[in-house]
């Protein structure tokens, strides 16, 4: 059974927008943190973006603040990342990612996420 689904990716030129979406369970999204993960080709899993429970917090990582925004839509259980001024180098498989981690800051480790979606493909252009 699939727990997270995530959408929107896909090519887009430097300097572009786009916005990637996760549906969740309501047994899921109730009660954990949500966010957003990268991965390259012979890379590490890397946290890019996070949301607590009810939205009470959120935290990204430094290459992406103030320019990528996350969202949760709690009566659609639906988790957003809005990517803006997009550059070459966030050119990656994005995960949506489910933690019991209770701070969006707390769920920076890979090893905090219980649940994964299945990855969807951002390729930023020059």
């Known amino acids: 059974q699939v727990q997270l689904a995530d959408t929107g990716g896909g090519l887009v030129q430097a300097g572009g927008s786009l916005t990637l979406s996760c549906a969740s369970s309501?047994?899921?999204?109730?009660?954990?943190?949500m966010g957003w993960f990268r991965q390259v080709p012979g890379g590490e899993r890397e946290f890019v973006a996070g949301v607590s429970r009810i939205g009470i917090s959120t935290f990204y990582a430094e290459s992406v603040k103030g320019r990528f925004t996350v969202s949760r839509d709690d009566s659609e259980n639906m988790v957003y990342l809005q990517m803006n001024n997009l550059v070459p180098d966030d050119t990656a498989v994005y995960y949506c990612a489910a933690s019991p981690a209770h701070t969006a800051d707390a769920m920076t480790p890979m090893s905090t996420v219980r649940y994964w979606g299945q990855g969807t493909q951002v390729t930023v252009s020059s």
């Open positions: 309501k047994r899921i999204f109730d009660i954990y943190s």
